[in-house]
């Protein structure tokens, strides 16, 4: 994603113009994407009956109102993590926005009631350091060029009076931890759905479900933030291979969370995730020549050694006949 968002256009055509592709528009089409690919697999379910006909019984339910919620959760989520980047600072925000792992295990023990021992607490308290510490990594390896960065928002926050810093400070720390209750509820939620109203949904029928309510909200903001400059340049603006590529990966990506929340669980996941992080950081050795460093390397030890902790076998007391 970061690839695709890095390259340019040679040229530009105004201020506004940055050859970037509109974010807000691969957001759509993400989720078009994604429900393309439920249509097709309940297709292969349902192959006797006509598409028109399964689409129609797919989403017009009373099911469908119930994707509402996290949907609408998952777009507050959205906004508020904007707000959040815009005052505090990146290493600040990726510490405090871990806190979204815990809140994942708070709302699953009140929403699913699930029960976690004691070492599984403690394996979230190291998987929680440890994803901060690896995230911590890059930003204190492209450290020395933000400060080359004359217009970089850290600069423009260090420029402005003590009290407004706090006041920003605190500002964007109440939208990090607004948005890890968001994510946290909106994802236990969703795997509620899944696992006790899916009886005669199929997965990929709840997917579709989301993918419309989720596209409203999507395609509301695309025409809040871009809708003047979609209008002038056009909606696949600057689209290149790699775009659809980070389109397929996102659509692809999100069916799989739902199959991890229907089959699995969304601690699970907070672990699956983490350990996609220190991958992707280790790609980012071979793509924006990234150096790890002591952090990055404890950090990675944390989250394997949270992993395996987690995931040790239940013990089983055996009482004597």
């Not at 050859?19 to 439920?38: D, I, N, P, Q, R």
């Not at 903001?221 to 209008?231: C, H, L």
Request: aromatic fraction near 10%.
């Amino acid at each position: 994603m970061r690839q695709s968002r890095v390259a340019r256009e040679a040229t530009g055509t105004g201020q506004d113009d940055d050859g970037l592709y509109f974010a807000s528009t691969a957001v759509v089409m993400t989720e078009l994407v994604k429900m393309m690919v439920c249509m097709a697999m309940l297709r292969r379910q349902q192959p006797h009956v006509a598409l028109p006909q399964l689409i129609y019984s797919s989403i017009y339910t009373k099911d469908t109102l119930w994707m509402l919620i996290p949907a609408g959760l998952y777009a507050i989520q959205n906004n508020l993590l904007y707000i959040a980047l815009s005052h505090l600072e990146a290493a600040t925000f990726q510490v405090t926005y871990q806190l979204k792992i815990l809140s994942t295990a708070l709302c699953s023990m009140l929403l699913l009631q699930t029960r976690l021992e004691t070492r599984q607490w403690l394996a979230l308290v190291f998987l929680m350091i440890g994803v901060a510490l690896v995230q911590w990594a890059p930003i204190d390896a492209r450290a020395d060029d933000a400060q080359l960065d004359a217009s970089s928002s850290f600069e423009k926050a260090a420029a402005a009076p003590a009290a407004e810093n706090v006041s920003s400070s605190w500002t964007g720390l109440i939208a990090v931890l607004l948005s890890c209750v968001s994510s946290g509820f909106a994802g236990c939620y969703f795997e509620m759905i899944l696992k006790k109203r899916s009886a005669r949904t199929s997965l990929w029928g709840r997917n579709m479900q989301l993918g419309v309510c989720t596209l409203v909200f999507a395609m509301f903001a695309m025409f809040a933030n871009d809708g003047a400059r979609i209008a002038r340049h056009g909606f696949f603006y600057s689209y290149r291979g790699t775009t659809w590529l980070v389109i397929a990966n996102q659509a692809l990506g999100g069916i799989s969370v739902s199959m991890v929340m229907k089959y699995a669980d969304n601690i699970l996941k907070a672990f699956a995730t983490s350990v996609s992080i220190i991958v992707s950081s280790l790609l980012e050795v071979i793509l924006f020549d990234f150096r790890p460093n002591v952090s990055f390397l404890l950090g990675t030890a944390l989250v394997l050694a949270a992993t395996y902790l987690y995931g040790l076998p239940t013990a089983t007391i055996v009482k004597p006949d």
